[in-house]
Nanobody, 126 residues
């Protein structure tokens, strides 16, 4: 029903920047809370950032606060993750997620999201 396609991943040196994009299908994108999660082998999927469907309220994991910025462009059905000052610890597969109505109030939980993208690899070299 809702298709999410991430792009923008790649290889970057520590201290560098990368911008991820997630394009969503449908005409009700503006009603979705959107989020980014990341996952490394052997670890559970980890919350990175979220942006609410109304008011564009943003939420960040402590590990990325001050370095990453989540934003959305409802006219383009797209959510972005601007990643600055990247560290090797940021290396992971990054996933875009959508929470469609009725909304959950727990933005940091994977179970709050109804749809997921395929993931895009981000590798930060030291």
């Amino acid at each position: 029903q809702v298709q999410l396609v991430e792009s923008g991943g790649g290889l970057v040196q520590a201290g560098g920047s990368l911008k991820l994009s997630c394009a969503a299908s449908g005409r009700t994108f503006s009603s979705y809370t959107m989020a980014w999660f990341r996952q490394v082998p052997g670890k559970e999927r980890e919350f990175v950032a979220a942006i609410s469907w109304i008011g564009s309220i943003t939420y960040y994991a402590d590990s990325v606060k001050g370095r990453f910025t989540i934003s959305r462009d409802n006219a383009k059905n797209t959510v972005y993750l601007q990643m600055n000052s990247l560290k090797p610890e940021d290396t992971a597969v990054y996933y875009c997620a959508a929470d469609t109505p009725p909304h959950s109030t727990v933005v940091v939980s994977t179970t709050s999201y109804d749809y997921w993208g395929q993931g895009t690899q981000v590798t930060v070299s030291s």
